[in-house]
T-cell receptor
Framework: AQTVTQSQPEMSVQEAETVTLSCTYD???????LFWYKQPPSRQMILVIR??????QNATENRFSVNFQKAAKSFSLKISDSQLGDTAMYFC?????????FGQGTELSVKP | NAGVTQTPKFRILKIGQSMTLQCTQD?????MYWYRQDPGMGLKLIYY???????DKGEVPNGYNVSRSTTEDFPLRLELAAPSQTSVYFC???????????FGQGTRLTVV
């Protein structure tokens, strides 16, 4: 069975600094997608970034980038130039063939 | 475009009662999901569907049932409600399994 693990329940970072959130997953499949979602206090889930397992190049979306290590089954999220609006729960997610599962989440606080 | 609509937003149930959480999407998405999110925790997959007439169990299906008679609707049925089912429930949909998932606003359910 596929599993997604986020080992950092809480993290904090100073405004304008860089922070990395960790995620590992377990699967025997070779074709899958990985995602990072953000959940602010409003509870709305927002897609941050996604990565296809077959692509070696790490995905980037503005200040957000990933470090995808397929052999190690690791998928970390780097947030550069952190902003107060980045304060939220961040969830790593895995989808293979339609079964979308999430990690436990990391609560990120950006401090002024 | 309404997106994913969940009803009701809040509900209090007594132990042993039953209810149906409604979810409908108007984006012609094939994939639909039901999750529960306990306080400070991640999203646990209850059931999912890859198309009309097809449903499958997720990580925590016990105590729940679903049906998918149309592309638009994916209701979640709780039979014999228990306090352990107190949670926030999210419905989500995707066009394809490798695309962005869109979420409803959530249903806060309390079983007393």
């Amino acid at each position: 069975a596929q599993t997604v693990t986020q080992s950092q329940p809480e993290m904090s970072v100073q405004e304008a600094e860089t922070v990395t959130l960790s995620c590992t997953y377990d699967t025997s499949e070779s074709n899958y997608y990985l995602f990072w979602y953000k959940q602010p206090p409003s509870r709305q889930m927002i897609l941050v970034i996604r990565q296809e397992a077959y692509k070696q190049q790490n995905a980037t979306e503005n200040r957000f980038s990933v470090n995808f290590q397929k052999a190690a089954k690791s998928f970390s999220l780097k947030i550069s130039d952190s902003q107060l609006g980045d304060t939220a729960m961040y969830f790593c997610a895995f989808n293979q063939g339609g079964k979308l599962i999430f990690g436990q989440g990391t609560e990120l606080s950006v401090k002024p | 475009n309404a997106g994913v609509t969940q009803t009701p937003k809040f509900r209090i149930l007594k132990i042993g009662q039953s209810m149906t959480l409604q979810c409908t999407q108007d984006m012609n998405h094939n994939y639909m999901y039901w999750y529960r999110q306990d306080p400070g925790m991640g999203l646990k997959l209850i059931y999912y569907s890859v198309g009309a007439g097809i449903t499958d169990k997720g990580e925590v299906p016990n105590g729940y049932n679903v049906s998918r008679s149309t592309t638009e609707d994916f209701p979640l049925r709780l039979e014999l409600a228990a306090p352990s089912q107190t949670s926030v429930y999210f419905c989500a949909s995707q066009k394809k399994w490798n695309t962005e998932a869109f979420f409803g606003q959530g249903t806060r359910l309390t079983v007393v």
